[in-house]
């Protein structure tokens, strides 16, 4: 994985002020975004294996 810069991390939200929906969709925002990143990284390390045999093939 990547090395991000040093970034303050916000305080979380009072989540108890905020609406059932606003939750919500907060949540199935994170659950999409959490399976983009996994495909990210299953197609990386497909594509680092797919290097890997490439070069054993050549030699």
Same mark, same amino acid.
């Given at each position: 994985m990547p090395d991000f810069p040093d970034t303050p991390i916000p305080p979380p939200a009072n989540d108890e002020g905020r609406s059932k929906e606003d939750l919500? &969709?907060?949540i199935?925002?994170?659950r999409m975004e959490n &399976?983009?990143?996994k495909k990210l990284e299953a197609l990386v390390q497909a594509q680092k294996q797919q290097r890997v045999t490439v070069r054993k093939k050549r030699k």
């Open positions: 919500l &969709a907060e199935n925002q994170l &399976a983009y990143l």
